[in-house]
């Protein structure tokens, strides 16, 4: 094992603390599709992704930075922070619809379940693979029902690229060892934030972006706000510790309910409305989640994914 490293929970099913948490992370991530597309009806997307990370960074003066690699830092927060982000984001603002956004990004399971076996050696079951098969057919046919609604096919694609991207913070966060996570997601919000500010400075401009600022209400400041502290600090810190915990290719299916309280949420409050196709393919992805994500012998040990090949290699370098 690398030094540092948590060991992995991996001798029976995810514990019922463990589980809360994660319940708890798919109904936060899943409101947070609505308050995004509520924002951005205000402020530019690029500007919103560098405000989203405003709180977490103002944690930086009280906590210290966590003790890993710079280079490592700096990739999970490229990946997971801004290019996830950003992407989503631009699709948003395209037109995709919030509500099959929230499905839609769940990619990411299939794209971190694959990264692993490659870069982590982990070592999927086959129910795992079955169950993200399953889950790609209802995201096939949710797809299907894009297209006849006239989706932007650079929106499909910005999608797809924010779940790329998801999936390669989450083998990053593997090999960080044994960190706060408050912390990390407190320095990498710094390192996040100032980039998009520039970045939204330079393409939205500095006159759309103080003309959206000057004009916010206080409904549009309670959505930057759940954005900023409930999302993304309450989320990313649950998310970090459940990813430190488990094998990603456990961890990464769960998010796949998000769907669920996201076209909900979108549903309740922004009217969206689903037709055959969508609901098909969210019962394929529940059905998918099941056979990936929970445990069906209970009373079965199993060995540890083999991840420390490459764990013990980054570690050497992060020495």
Known sequence: MARGQIPLESFGPMSPRHIALAALLVCLWGLNFVCT??????????????????????????????????????????????????????????GFPAGLSSVALQVQAFFTIILAALMLHERPKTRQWLGTLIAMAGVGLIALSTTRAGIPVA???????AAVAWALGNIWMRGAGTYDPLGMIAWMSLLAM?????????????????????????????EILYIAIVSTLGGFTIWSYLVKRYPASTVAPITLAVPVTGAASAALL????????????????????????????LGARRRPAAAAPLDEALASKEA
Not at 52 to 75: D, F, N, Q, S, T
Request: proline share 6%; charged share 10%; with cysteine.
């Open 37 to 94: 597309r509520l924002a951005l009806d205000h402020i530019p997307p690029m500007l919103l992704v560098g405000l989203r990370y405003v709180g977490g960074a103002g944690l930086c003066v009280a906590l210290p930075r966590p003790a890993i690699a710079w280079w490592r830092l700096l990739a999970i927060t490229v990946s997971m922070f801004i290019g996830q982000y950003l992407c989503l984001y631009l699709a948003l603002d395209l």
């Open 155 to 161: 929106a499909v694609i910005l999608l797809l690229g």
């Open 194 to 222: 100032a980039p998009m500010l520039a970045v939204s400075a330079i393409f939205e401009g500095p006159a759309r972006d103080l003309r959206a600022l000057g004009s916010i209400t206080w409904l549009v400041f309670g």
């Open 270 to 297: 922004l009217g969206e409305t689903f037709g055959l196709y969508r609901l098909a393919g969210m019962a394929l992805i529940l059905l998918g989640l099941v056979l990936a994500a929970m445990p069906w012998r």
